[in-house]
């Protein structure tokens, strides 16, 4: 036997004595695999998390504790995917296939694998659809902010106007004939880490569900999150409960939401953000004005993907409420909750549109 069919081996036996003795708590070599049952639930009722770091987040799998075994594995195939996808999507790799794309497709089109083609293709429809609110050329900004070397700063008025003048999808063509991607000038960048997680979970789903595993929950960062089948915990059939963040208190829930078969994404500014002379910035970028975002303190959707849910919790957070509910005429299955600041000092007010109403359990 070789060294690989070793490694494949034991990690098998691994993964199997695992599932079978879910009490205990083993680490492998990449991927840390728990077991804990949950105080509210029947005993035995256990859940599998195995755990891996990427795109700059930790990305977690959580399996019912009751499958054959080949679940397990076919969550760490996941995670092994989403590695895969960093380093074609990753703006802070210089080697991804989208910072080559940044730096040769001003000169002629280039082709594009073909999933991440499709990528592309729904990043432009999001911008239209946002009227610019979403925007994967935003980068320059980024930079010139200072969020991207997580240095925070305040431009200089000609630096901000420089970057703006790299900024819009408008300067992205795409044809679908040949799969390939023309960028209008020199300096327009790609940067989809405003909706590359969600992806990134959609395409584990797909590895989870062509393996037969039907009951699960992945997260990237616990800010994007998508939900299949049930917890088998005996106690709810409606999906995997979710909690939803407070914008201000990270100790505390606004509520939670039950998923079954969709995903949720929450974006915010309150944890990642510089203060200049009294004034608070926050990292999310407004790319019609070049400047941060500041209607609304988070903002939480409910998609059918992923990726969907990743890339319209930070349009939504940009647009705010009026713009959201115009946006949302035309996306029925989407529910988003809006957070704000509330009269008195520390409180919140919340905006629910579309059915988030009926899914969120607030307390």
Same mark, same amino acid.
């Not at 939504?316 to 600041?341: H, K, Q, R, W």
């Given at each position: 036997?070789? +060294?690989?069919?070793?490694?494949?081996?034991?990690? &098998?036996?691994?993964?199997?004595?695992?599932?079978?003795?879910?009490?205990?708590? *083993?680490? +492998?070599?990449?991927?840390?695999?728990?077991?804990? @049952?949950?105080?509210?639930?029947?005993?035995?009722?256990?859940?599998?998390?195995?755990?891996?770091?990427?795109?700059?987040?930790?990305?977690?799998?959580?399996?019912?504790?009751?499958? !054959?075994?080949?679940?397990?594995?076919?969550?760490?195939?996941a995670l092994d995917l989403v590695n895969e996808l960093e380093q074609q999507l990753s703006a802070y790799r210089p080697d991804s296939e989208i910072c080559r794309l940044g730096a040769t497709a001003y000169l002629q089109p280039v082709v594009v694998e073909q999933r991440l083609f499709q990528l592309l293709e729904l990043s432009l429809?999001?911008?239209?659809?946002?009227?610019?609110?979403?925007?994967?050329?935003?980068? @320059?900004?980024?930079? *010139?902010?200072?969020?991207?070397?997580?240095?925070?700063?305040?431009?200089?008025?000609?630096?901000?106007?420089?970057?703006?003048?790299?900024?819009?999808?408008?300067?992205?063509?795409?044809?679908?004939?040949? &799969?390939?991607?023309?960028?209008?000038?020199?300096?327009?960048?790609?940067?989809?880490?405003?909706?590359?997680?969600?992806?990134?979970?959609?395409?584990?789903?797909?590895v989870l569900l062509d393996a037969d595993v039907d009951d699960f929950l992945i997260h990237g960062g616990t800010s994007s999150v998508l939900a299949h089948g049930i917890r088998r915990d005996g106690v709810s059939r409606e999906g995997w409960e979710v909690g939803v963040p407070h914008p201000l208190r990270p100790d505390r829930r606004?509520?939670? *939401?039950?998923?079954?078969?969709?995903?949720?994404?929450?974006?915010?500014?309150?944890?990642?953000?510089?203060?200049?002379?009294?004034?608070?910035?926050?990292?999310?970028?407004? !790319?019609?004005?070049? &400047?941060?975002?500041?209607?609304?303190?988070?903002?939480?959707?409910?998609? !059918?993907?992923?990726?969907?849910?990743?890339?319209?919790?930070?349009?939504?957070?940009?647009?705010?409420?009026?713009?959201?509910?115009?946006?949302?005429?035309?996306? !029925?299955?989407?529910?988003?909750?809006?957070?704000?600041?509330?009269?008195?000092?520390?409180?919140?007010?919340?905006?629910?549109?579309?059915?988030?109403?009926? &899914?969120?359990? *607030?307390?």
């Amino acid at each position: 036997m070789t +060294s690989e069919e070793e490694k494949r081996t034991s990690r &098998r036996n691994f993964l199997r004595g695992k599932l079978s003795s879910p009490s205990e708590e *083993v680490v +492998s070599e990449e991927t840390s695999a728990e077991t804990a @049952p949950s105080e509210e639930v029947p005993a035995g009722a256990y859940l599998i998390q195995l755990a891996r770091q990427a795109m700059a987040c930790q990305f977690e799998v959580y399996l019912n504790a009751n499958g !054959p075994g080949s679940e397990a594995e076919a969550a760490v195939a996941a995670l092994d995917l989403v590695n895969e996808l960093e380093q074609q999507l990753s703006a802070y790799r210089p080697d991804s296939e989208i910072c080559r794309l940044g730096a040769t497709a001003y000169l002629q089109p280039v082709v594009v694998e073909q999933r991440l083609f499709q990528l592309l293709e729904l990043s432009l429809q999001l911008h239209r659809d946002t009227h610019g609110a979403f925007d994967i050329t935003a980068g @320059p900004l980024t930079k *010139v902010w200072g969020f991207f070397d997580r240095e925070g700063k305040v431009p200089q008025e000609r630096d901000l106007v420089e970057a703006m003048n790299l900024v819009g999808s408008n300067q992205i063509e795409l044809d679908a004939d040949n &799969r390939t991607l023309k960028l209008a000038r020199e300096g327009v960048e790609l940067n989809l880490g405003s909706i590359g997680k969600g992806y990134a979970l959609d395409r584990c789903q797909e590895v989870l569900l062509d393996a037969d595993v039907d009951d699960f929950l992945i997260h990237g960062g616990t800010s994007s999150v998508l939900a299949h089948g049930i917890r088998r915990d005996g106690v709810s059939r409606e999906g995997w409960e979710v909690g939803v963040p407070h914008p201000l208190r990270p100790d505390r829930r606004i509520g939670t *939401v039950h998923l079954k078969n969709e995903s949720l994404g929450t974006s915010g500014a309150a944890f990642q953000a510089f203060f200049h002379q009294g004034k608070k910035y926050g990292h999310v970028l407004d !790319p019609r004005s070049g &400047r941060p975002a500041t209607k609304v303190l988070s903002a939480t959707v409910i998609a !059918p993907t992923a990726a969907l849910a990743d890339a319209l919790a930070t349009a939504c957070y940009v647009m705010g409420p009026e713009e959201t509910e115009a946006f949302l005429e035309n996306y !029925p299955e989407v529910s988003v909750l809006l957070v704000s600041e509330g009269q008195r000092r520390g409180s919140v007010e919340t905006i629910m549109l579309g059915e988030m109403s009926q &899914r969120l359990s *607030v307390g």
